[in-house]
């Protein structure tokens, strides 16, 4: 077994000897380049699915910065490879697509872009309101450092380039499209994500599970249609369903360790036509969060217990009770190699500072489609944060002033330079140190 302080000291060895220039190499390429294409990524945001301009530029991007781009990869997805002599083959993910938001954040390069919706059909605007724009820009940084430093590393670079993460379906895509037959399997498979809710700049890892897992579900009730005035002649899914969603509080509540993390949220709740008509069918849908497959199946196993079962304290026969079905977007958690997250502290600690590496747990159950790319097989991983709010920012939220703005919302806005600056500047330490072994 090879001692902590052992790790320590090789990490230290193994730090590139261009850490002192690094910072000040990104600050330089972002001034003459990156900080233009940050604002070309979020003035043009495109949906799940349909990052055609996105994927364009961003192949673009990576054949100019010496990289071997293929396109089409499970969609609009892009690998691109830089072969530099014998040593491990290490991916860096960042993902790509925006959300139907319409941007209210007041900033001079605010999104005013529309897309035709795949899901719905509606033309809708669209905005980076998750921060997408800076982990694109920030890759483009990252092969563009990468190739200019061949001689203080060895091996083959895979960048992929995601699509439809807010959907969680470009990862699988990419797996399915067999990226790992076409250009090998990685030895380590990295990722970060921007975050609101860390300073800007400041490299937020976790030895645990920084995503949860996810389980998009739906709930059908199936009732016995009425006149509202003669409630006794039929089934209320209403009220069936209302029953449903106050019982499915006590799965976490009731179900799980008090310390086992797990979330059941009904966040949509359709029924009826008209005031004073009794429905005969309600659809519930629910997003259900875990962190490891246990808790997964005490959740998914005790809604479709409950639905069924409320179903026949309501009287409905056996062929008609709710049907619980479970989406195909599911995802498992992200659990980070605890070791390897050690190392990579170490080396960012080294090379960017002491002060620029915290360990504060997520406060959320956010989802991600990055396991797809880590297990099955498993495949030695880190997922980290990069933090992109102001300290300010916080200071004012904290004297009762405006709040900082969450992902998803259309008040959104992220601190470019010191974002994309501490993203590509850790991933190219993460990269060397790996890949100077």
Not at 32 to 53: V, Y
Not at 118 to 131: K, L, Q, S, W
Not at 331 to 340: F, G, H, K, S, Y
Request: negative net charge; glycine residues 8%.
């Amino acid at each position: 077994m090879i001692k902590p302080y052992t790790w320590i000291a090789l990490v230290m060895l193994a730090v590139p000897a261009f850490a002192d220039d690094l910072s000040q190499a990104i600050e330089k390429d972002y001034d003459g380049h990156l900080a233009q294409l940050f604002d070309f990524f979020h003035r043009n945001p495109e949906l799940s699915t349909i990052e055609f301009k996105t994927a364009k530029r961003m192949a673009e991007e990576l054949r100019a910065a010496g990289f071997e781009v293929t396109e089409n990869v499970g969609g609009t997805g892009l690998v691109a490879m830089l072969e530099n002599g014998e040593g491990p083959l290490v991916m860096m993910r960042a993902d790509m697509d925006g959300l139907p938001v319409e941007e209210k954040s007041g900033l001079d390069n605010a999104s005013r872009a529309k897309q035709i919706d795949p899901i719905t059909g509606n033309e809708v605007f669209t905005m980076h309101a998750c921060g997408h724009d800076v982990h694109i820009t920030s890759l483009v940084g990252t092969a563009r450092q990468m190739a200019a430093r061949k001689d203080e590393w060895q091996g083959t670079l895979m960048l992929v380039v995601q699509p439809a993460e807010e959907r969680v379906l470009g990862a699988r895509a990419m797996r399915e499209d067999g990226i790992w037959e076409r250009f090998g399997q990685p030895d380590y498979a990295l990722a970060f994500h921007v975050s609101s809710s860390d300073v800007a700049g400041v490299i937020n890892v976790q030895e645990g599970s920084p995503y949860a897992g996810a389980d998009t579900v739906d709930i059908i009730i199936h009732g016995v249609g009425a006149h509202g005035a003669s409630p006794h002649r039929g089934k209320d899914p209403i009220v069936l369903g209302s029953q449903i969603v106050l019982a499915l509080q006590t799965l976490v509540s009731r179900e799980l360790s008090p310390r086992d993390p797990g979330v059941v949220t009904v966040g949509s709740f359709h029924s009826g036509t008209k005031h004073n008509i009794i429905s005969d069918r309600a659809h519930l849908q629910l997003t259900v969060r875990n962190t490891s497959v246990e808790t997964r199946d005490v959740l998914l196993n005790g809604i479709k217990r409950i639905a069924e079962n409320m179903g026949r304290v309501a009287g409905l026969p056996e062929d008609r009770l709710p049907e619980v079905i479970i989406s195909n977007e599911s995802v498992p958690p992200v659990n980070n190699d605890a070791a390897l997250a050690r190392r990579l502290k170490v080396a960012w600690a080294e090379a960017m500072g002491d002060d620029a590496v915290v360990d504060i747990p997520t406060k959320g159950m956010g989802a991600e489609d990055f396991p797809f790319f880590a297990q099955d097989p498993d495949i030695r991983s880190v997922y980290w944060a990069i933090g992109g709010t102001p300290q300010e920012d916080f200071d004012t939220e904290m004297a009762g002033g405006t709040p900082v703005p969450s992902h998803h919302s259309p008040l959104f806005k992220i601190s470019p330079e010191p974002a994309i600056v501490s993203g590509v500047e850790s991933t190219v330490v993460a990269l060397t140190t790996l890949m100077a072994e």
